[in-house]
């Protein structure tokens, strides 16, 4: 009951409300953007947490973290300073987009494979959900926000292409661990992004 | 054909392994045959060569071997990517307890590489510069989503890891074995023991197989399969049971006849029928099992848990057992289970029905005993029984019948009811003889009579009393037989001979019986105890045959306050030193140069509480009782003027008078009091009598021995005035948990009443009688209750209270009498205290 409940709540932040009246404002949107992504940040902590204690040693132990651990699939989150300044806006939301429309489908990924390696585990697999429901959104509110803004939007695209199938268990759980890791940089950097555009467009 | 086959690792002449393969070969055959390697095949190049001989009986010897073939690589390092560290095997699965080989293979044999399992470092063998092996022997399960093992390069950040899937060993099926409750169907039932199931890998699977039909079946469940019988013809089975999952399979067999394996369903339509008393008809149904089978079940009856009745009963279709020997209105149990007749495999399922015997007349007579007394010149007869056992009652007693009839005149019957509820009765007769029979009655009949016979004629009283010793067991009564025809006796006693009613009991003893031993749960030490024994004629009267009286055991404080009065006119006497709120107990026995008489009743006396007689004097106390404890016995001149119109007995605040008497209500619940009769004696049913404390202050000009203070009975009979004389009995303070300690010294008390006694003296208004009146100036001859009215009071030096007073004439009962004409008796209905 909870975790319908806790879906629906979920469902009105992420979807753009269709049948108002007036349109939103691009300050709307960016602001409904934004509150997600903070949601979005808000549990991030408990999901990886969750997902590294499922996973058994070495993932389970005090402090673990393997930054070396990439996937090719993922756009990198990190970015100088300069370079993230410097970029206009229709370029800083299709990042986002990108990303998170790759974070989509690899959330996707992680939840199969999960279901695989721990299916006696429905809290992490229901975190799982709740992670690619809420990237999703997030993909939902960017397009809307470039739309306001009248920004090009990007056709969305298949970004994890060959690179899954085959892999060994811990190699599954390891890519988990990547996705899910990313996933939180992500949002830490869509935060500071829809930061910007708030500040931009005042309401 | 012999193929001889060759294996190396890393190098053609590192031979690891040789093996034999024989085979027929046909034409254009293509042979397979596989090698499980320990070491994954991707940790290190593998070279396999083999060559061949004719394996044939036909060929006659010498066979040689061909030439070795060409050694061949396997090299799956090739198809590896470029990453710096591969870990093989890959999510391999083996069962627990077994014996696995992991391998690392680094691209620089430069890196320090460590390896660890759940966290524990794990050392393994270098096979070349960039290869090591570790043998993991008797690997344990530690989860179903697997083993982590990993490996990292120092330096580099690099981790590569494995997942092993560790199963939880195959057990053989426990407890294998197969049964049919119809014939149509065979079910097999077995324990699967620990579930083998891994993610993504189903647990073990079962299949039955029969050897003599050949049919097979795979199992819908873990641990039980149906197997339907096709017909009558297959007797004998013959079943393995099959587990199997992805590393292996367990089986088990068994080998039955299908006959001897018949387990019934569970009875049905079980009831009870026809229920009387004794008897209940039981019936029942079971399923048919095939057409000629018989069952035998077993018909068990429980009374309060426990089986009492077991029977055995062979039946096709339909049970049926008459129950016998029950008992009248008891709830009982009846339950049915059954088997095979033939061939015992298993009871069925049990079927059980509570059921309650109908009630039948009471089987015994009641246990009667009576007592006689006289109420206004007439003999009254109470009653006494007790209640029948369960076992006795058969149902429940509705009433008591009594019916009385006179032997003297006949006149026809008189019939009483009593309620079930009483256990006696009261009848007031005349001096002729009645027999009496008293019957227990239930909805379905009355007991056997129990008859006795009671005359106004009460035949020799006038027995001597004699001492009688207890003993841990009780008191030991015997007597001697008078009459030679008595059927039998009875000693009557009473367990709480100071208390209202006093408990009267009674034990029947046969005629041929001349002792026995009194026994009560009742029986304190330091209380004296009256036993009469009875011979019950032919004609079942009871003639008093002997008196017994003792103690269980003399305490001794009643020893140590003996008085001995040698003055045989004096008729008071003054107890001195007694504690205030404490209880005396007193008698007086007359001696003479031979010994003193009998030990008769005691008199219980309470002291008042000190605070009542001091409020004005300098012994002060804190507690103050509730004023219904106490309550004083007013004289009419000391009451207050506001209460002289209302000159009745009344609670009243101790302030507004002074007292002279105290009237001590507290007393044991239960306690009652009988007044008027003009027995000589009293028996155990008064010994607790409220008794006042007069408290005379001595005059100044006194010269008496010292304040007087008496213990005066209630009415003017000689009984009372007896008792007026001052023999006491202080009762351990031990014994009355409720009273305070003493307070002060008698002396001061008296010194403290003397002054208001000595302001009111002179105002009393001597004659008037009212309820509760109490006068200070009664005779000296008080004990003569004729005298009284005609002696006008005078002050004496040390007078003698009296209580006048008027009794309600309903509560009125004679004393019981032992020495009057008549028996003994415990009154039913006793008024509790006067008003």
């Not at chain 1, 229901?126 to 939007?153: E, F």
């Not at chain 2, 660890?116 to 290869?131: A, P, R």
């Not at chain 2, 690997?139 to 997942?163: A, E, L, W």
Request: glycine share 6%; charged share 20%; aromatic share 8%.
């Amino acid at each position: 009951m909870s975790c319908q409940l806790a879906i629906l709540c979920l469902l009105t932040l992420l979807l753009p409300p269709l049948s108002r009246g007036a349109p939103m404002s691009p300050a709307e949107r960016i602001t409904q953007a934004y509150n997600l992504a903070l949601s979005m940040q808000e549990n991030m902590s408990t999901l990886l947490q969750t997902y590294l204690q499922a996973q058994g040693s070495p993932f389970s132990d005090p402090g673990f973290s393997a930054p070396e651990l990439q996937l090719s699939s993922l756009p990198p989150a990190d970015i100088s300073f300069k370079t993230w300044n410097a970029l206009d806006d229709g370029e800083r939301l299709s990042r986002v987009q990108g990303a998170f429309l790759a974070l989509t489908q690899h959330l996707q990924l992680v939840g199969d494979d999960q279901r695989d390696l721990n299916p006696d585990n429905p809290i992490l697999l229901a975190q799982l959900r709740d992670a690619r429901l809420r990237a999703q959104g997030m993909l939902g509110n960017v397009a809307a926000i470039m739309t306001a803004l009248g920004l090009p939007n990007p056709r969305a695209e298949d970004t994890l292409g060959l690179v899954p199938f085959g892999a060994s268990a811990f190699e599954r759980k390891c890519r988990g661990y990547i996705v899910i890791r990313e996933y939180g940089h992500w949002t830490d950097r869509a935060v500071r992004d829809l930061a910007l555009f708030k500040a931009k467009y005042p309401s | 054909m012999l193929f001889q086959i060759q294996i190396s690792r890393m190098k053609t002449s590192n031979v690891i392994w040789v093996g034999n393969y024989s085979t027929v070969v046909k034409r254009d055959p293509v042979l397979h045959w596989s090698w499980k390697s320990e070491l994954p095949l991707e940790c290190a190049t593998h070279f396999v060569r083999m060559r061949s001989r004719v394996d044939d009986a036909k060929i006659p010897e010498p066979r040689f071997w061909s030439n070795w073939s060409s050694w061949k690589e396997a090299d799956a390092q090739k198809s590896l990517g470029r990453d710096p560290l591969f870990l093989f095997p890959k999510d391999k699965l083996v069962e627990e307890g077994s014996n696995v080989t992991i391998c690392y293979m680094s691209r620089n044999q430069q890196d320090n590489i460590s390896c660890y399992l759940e966290g524990q470092q794990i050392h393994g063998e270098q096979l070349d510069s960039n290869v090591s092996a570790f043998k993991l022997n008797k690997v344990s399960f530690i989860r179903k989503t697997g083993t982590n093992i990993f490996c990292k390069v120092d330096q580099k950040d690099v981790i590569k890891g494995i997942v092993l899937f560790v199963s939880k060993v195959l057990e053989e099926p426990k407890d294998f074995s197969c049964e049919t409750q119809d014939f149509k169907t065979l079910t097999c039932t077995w324990d699967p023991g620990t579930d083998t199931s891994l993610p993504k890998r189903s647990s073990q699977s079962y299949t039955l197989f029969e050897s003599f039909s050949g049919k097979k079946i795979l199992c819908e469940h873990k641990n039980s399969c149906n197997w339907q019988v096709d017909s009558d013809s297959q007797e004998m089975y013959n079943f393995t049971l099959v587990a199997e999952n992805a590393l292996g399979n367990r089986s088990v067999s068994v080998l039955f006849s299908l006959t001897h394996r018949v387990h019934p369903k569970t009875p049905y339509n079980l009831f009870l029928k026809n229920v009387s008393g004794t008897k209940a008809t039981v019936t029942w149904k079971v399923h048919p099992i095939g057409n000629y089978s018989t069952l035998l079940c077993q018909l068990d009856l429980l009374g309060e848990g426990n089986v009492i009745q077991q029977h055995n009963v062979s039946i096709k279709e339909n049970g049926e057992y008459l129950l016998s020997e029950l008992e009248p209105d008891t709830e009982y149990m009846a339950r049915v289970r059954c088997a095979d007749a033939n061939h015992f495999w298993k009871w069925s399922g049990s079927i059980s029905q509570k059921f309650i015997t109908a009630e039948a007349a009471p089987s015994e007579a009641l246990d009667v005993w009576r007592n006689v007394k006289s109420v206004s010149g007439r003999p009254t007869v109470t009653l006494f029984w007790k209640p029948l056992s369960k076992l006795h009652a058969n149902g429940k007693i509705l009433s008591y019948n009594v019916t009385v009839e006179n032997l003297d005149r006949p006149s026809g019957l008189e019939v009483h009811s009593v309620p079930a509820t009483a256990n006696g009765t009261e009848l007031t007769l005349d001096q002729d003889s009645y027999q009496i029979h008293v019957t227990a009655l239930n909805s379905a009949g009355p007991s056997p009579a129990s008859v006795i016979v009671v005359s106004g004629d009460p035949g020799n009283e006038e027995v001597e009393e004699e001492r009688v010793n207890g003993t841990e067991d009780g008191f030991s009564v015997s007597w001697k037989p008078q009459s030679g025809k008595a059927i039998g006796y009875v000693v009557e006693w009473c367990d709480h001979p100071q208390d209202l009613p006093c408990d009267l009991q009674w034990k029947n003893l046969s005629s041929n019986t001349t002792s026995t031993v009194i026994s009560s749960g009742a029986f304190r030490p330091g209380v004296r105890y009256n036993f009469r024994i009875y011979e019950i004629s032919t004609e079942r009267m009871a003639y008093l045959l002997e008196k017994k009286a003792g103690y269980l055991k003399e305490l001794d404080k009643s020893a140590c306050c003996q008085h001995r009065i040698d003055n045989p006119e004096q008729k008071t006497f003054v107890m001195e030193n007694l504690q205030p709120e404490s209880v005396y107990e007193f008698l007086v026995t007359p001696y003479t140069s031979a010994g003193s008489g009998p030990l008769d009743a005691f008199t219980k006396v309470t002291t008042p509480d000190e605070y009542y007689l001091v409020e004005k004097g300098p012994y002060t106390h804190t507690h103050h009782p509730p004023h219904d404890r106490l309550r004083f016995a007013h004289h009419d001149h000391l009451l207050p003027k506001k209460s002289v119109e209302n000159p009745h007995l009344t609670i009243m605040n101790v302030s507004d008078c002074v007292p002279d008497a105290i009237e001590v209500i507290h007393k044991p619940e239960g306690s009652k009091i009988q007044f008027l009769g003009a027995s000589k004696s009293l028996t155990e049913t008064e010994f607790t009598k409220p008794a006042y404390l007069y408290l005379l202050p001595a005059e100044k000009n006194y010269s008496g021995p010292g304040p007087c203070i008496c213990f005066e009975n209630l009415t003017y009979n000689e009984a009372a005035a007896d008792s007026g004389s001052c023999g006491h009995f202080p009762v351990t303070p031990e014994a009355l948990p409720g009273q305070p300690g003493p307070l002060t010294s008698p002396e001061n008390l008296l010194k403290a009443l003397e002054k208001n006694y000595m302001n009111s003296l002179g105002e009393t208004a001597a004659g008037e009688a009212s309820l509760n009146y109490v006068s200070q100036l009664a005779s000296q001859m008080s004990g003569d209750k004729d005298s009284l009215p005609a002696n006008p009071p005078e002050p004496v030096l040390c007078s003698e209270y009296k209580m006048q007073m008027a009794i309600p004439l309903g509560l009125a009962s004679p004393p019981p009498a032992e020495n009057s004409g008549l028996s003994s008796t415990t009154p039913l209905d006793q008024s509790e205290h006067y008003r």
